[in-house]
């Protein structure tokens, strides 16, 4: 085994891993993503404790133009997100100035090295295998819906557009699926060049489409880049040996600290549960959220596409250039998208009695905004909604569109000899 950090580092080479070991390691601490198990119950009260802290920074010390609200949720590129980054790099800043005064003596820091790479490696490695394990099972990128097969493009967000490209293709899934669960063999030091070298692929691909797309993990997926680039660091020499100068190359195992032969059975056995849970526990949870809203959940009952063919306001027909509501689409009976004449929509959540045949339409941003009606579906298709808005009766008579075979982009299915492009 080859210990390449046993000699004495340079200056600035201490100086540099001080910064990176405060930085990344307050980095992880705080930005865990589910990939250490068990991570939020020690991170809740320091979780707290920042949601009151940080707006405050925000309010007296950086005089940001808005109150910040908002934190890391469906969004990990908030305000919140960028000053707690910012706060981490000064803390980085200031605690490698004062290690560098207080610790003159260290020659070298290989020990330390060694804990460093391993907290970041399994952060790497155990936070791709989670999001590995959601392309394989299609969970995070789900099948284009009837919400998105019936936007059109120009509509979409970028964002928006990037997801059904990527959820039209399971194949693409399993593809991006096995490339980052390959980052599993960053937690094994004899594989751990080899996983960050195609981990480094990986991350730079998903940061590209954050970028490029509007996708807010801009934050978290450019960290995943340089963590990866920073455990390549070590066999840096020897890797531009290799694919550079054509020279011959030998890659180096970072050193292991001397541990009794018990240590070494417990970490074995600690690092087999580790893997063991990583893959288990997000299986199980990734199998859940495909029965939940995945390729396994169940359509809705009232499940389509419903084209507006009279809308009856009080005692007021309106014709069909004058409709208030255009189409009505509900993939489960949860939540429908309502489409206007005028193209804007509108969603609302549903609560469905089937029972009795009735339907509540309620506006999640209004709690003030509901409406109810009782429905009915005839042989035909015909589906009617009666109700009373305002002491005014209101009824709306629907086609259901048959959904079946009904968009080119579902039912183009895969060919291997095409005579020309099928390009629509």
């Given at each position: 085994m080859i210990d390449v950090l046993a000699e004495p580092w340079p200056l600035a080479k201490k100086i540099i891993f001080r910064f990176a070991f405060v930085y990344f390691g307050l980095f992880i601490v705080v930005n865990n993503y589910e990939a250490y198990p068990f991570w939020e119950y020690v991170s809740e009260p320091f979780a707290d404790l920042s949601h009151k802290f940080i707006p405050w920074i925000g309010k007296n010390i950086l005089r940001l133009p808005r109150e910040i609200t908002e934190f890391t949720a469906g969004s990990s590129d908030t305000t919140y997100d960028y000053v707690v980054l910012l706060m981490i790099f000064l803390a980085a800043i200031l605690s490698a100035i004062a290690w560098s005064i207080l610790d003159r003596?260290?020659?070298?820091?290989?020990?330390?090295?060694?804990?460093?790479?391993?907290?970041?490696?399994?952060?790497?490695?155990?936070?791709?295998?989670?999001?590995?394990?959601?392309?394989?099972?299609?969970?995070?990128?789900?099948?284009?819906?009837?919400?998105?097969?019936?936007?059109?493009?120009?509509s979409s967000s970028p964002m928006s557009l990037a997801w059904t490209f990527l959820g039209f293709s399971y194949g693409y899934n399993l593809f991006m699926g096995v490339a980052e669960v390959a980052a599993v063999l960053l937690l094994f030091r004899r594989t751990l060049t080899f996983g960050a070298i195609i981990t480094l692929m990986t991350t730079l691909n998903v940061t590209a489409i954050n970028y490029f797309y509007d996708v807010p993990v801009k934050i978290l997926s450019t960290h995943l880049v340089l963590m990866t680039f920073m455990l390549l660091l070590h066999d840096r020499d020897a890797l531009w040996k290799f694919f550079f100068s054509g020279e011959s190359a030998r890659l180096s195992i970072i050193k292991r600290p001397d541990f009794s032969r018990r240590s070494r059975i417990v970490g074995l056995l600690l690092k087999g549960l580790i893997i063991a849970y990583a893959f288990v526990a997000h299986s199980i949870q990734c199998i859940s959220d495909m029965k939940a809203y995945g390729m396994l959940a169940p359509k809705g009952k009232l499940f389509g596409v419903y084209q507006v063919k009279s809308f009856q306001f009080g005692s007021d027909t309106l014709g069909q250039n004058a409709m208030r509501w255009k189409a009505m689409y509900i993939q489960q009976d949860t939540y429908a998208k309502i489409e206007t004449t005028n193209d804007s929509t509108a969603w609302y959540k549903l609560e469905l009695d089937s029972i009795n045949h009735s339907i509540r339409f309620k506006n999640p941003n209004d709690t003030s905004e509901a409406y109810h009606f009782r429905y009915s579906l005839s042989s035909q298709n015909i589906f009617s909604l009666r109700g009373t808005v305002k002491e005014d009766s209101i009824r709306i008579l629907f086609q259901r569109v048959n959904e079946e075979n009904a968009y080119n982009l579902t039912d183009r299915g895969f060919h291997w000899i095409n005579e020309t492009p099928y390009m629509r």
């Open positions: 003596r260290s020659g070298n820091y290989s020990k330390l090295y060694y804990w460093f790479t391993l907290f970041i490696r399994f952060y790497v490695g155990l936070l791709l295998i989670n999001y590995g394990l959601y392309k394989l099972f299609k969970v995070q990128f789900p099948y284009p819906n009837i919400y998105r097969l019936n936007q059109t493009y120009g």
